[in-house]
């Protein structure tokens, strides 16, 4: 049982490059969230899943796309990254929105 | 949306002494509150939560209080050990609005 798995853990970036900041888990859970973390601005959700084939936007959204075709997985994608998306990335997964939330452990993506 | 106000920013104790840390909400449909500690370089992860059915909860040095009435909730760490030294995160949810909101955090740092 491994939990929530991210990856990769370090990214270096180019302004404008593309990329994709993958996270799996393996306890069945149906509710998947990815957030950045900058100091002093805590927890920020970007999208939300509460299950295959549904996402949503959080907080900040803008720049990044999700999707949810299998359970397991919710992948993060960059279109054209920015310096402004230079942050430490967490995936957390629930079975529920009022339910444990259980992170990885986090992607630092440095894009310069 | 909700919002989640966490005080202080910052917390320094001695070795032995109690350290608490203050929440409120604004949400009056959130019904659960967990609390996450987060080590350097480390996802968050879950040490204690309570639901709104509930007044305290404890679970040896760590307890939770939540006064619904004024929509605020404490962590309570007693006996405090320098490997309680981390970041503490509250958080609020509910289990019709699909998103976990989190407070700004509190760095807590215990002094041998």
């Known amino acids: 049982n491994a939990g929530v798995t991210q990856t990769p853990k370090f990214q270096v970036l180019k302004t404008g490059q593309s990329m994709t900041l993958q996270c799996a888990q393996d306890?069945?859970?149906?509710?998947m969230s990815w957030y950045r973390q900058d100091p002093g601005m805590g927890l920020r959700l970007i999208h939300y899943s509460v299950g295959a084939g549904i996402t949503d936007q959080g907080e900040v959204p803008n720049g990044y796309n999700v999707s949810r075709s299998t359970t397991e997985d919710f992948p993060l994608r960059l279109l054209s990254a920015a310096p402004s998306q230079t942050s430490v990335y967490f995936c957390?997964?629930?079975?529920?929105?009022?339910?444990?939330?259980?992170f990885g452990a986090g992607s630092r993506l440095t894009v310069l | 949306g909700e919002n989640v106000e966490q005080h202080p920013s910052t917390l320094s104790v001695q070795e032995g002494d109690s350290a608490v840390i203050k929440c409120t909400y604004s949400d009056s449909a959130s019904n659960y509150f967990p609390w996450y500690k987060q080590e350097l370089g480390k996802g968050p992860q879950l040490i204690i939560d309570i639901r709104s059915n509930v007044g305290e909860k404890k679970d040896q040095r760590i307890a939770v209080t939540l006064n619904k009435t004024a929509k605020h909730f404490s962590l309570h760490i007693t006996e405090t050990q320098p490997e309680d030294s981390a970041v503490y995160f509250c958080a609020a949810s509910s289990n019709t609005g699909n998103q976990f909101y989190f407070g700004t955090g509190t760095s807590l740092t215990v002094i041998p």
């Open positions: 957390a997964s629930s079975y529920s929105s009022d339910n444990v939330l259980t």
């Open positions: 306890m069945n859970h149906e509710y």
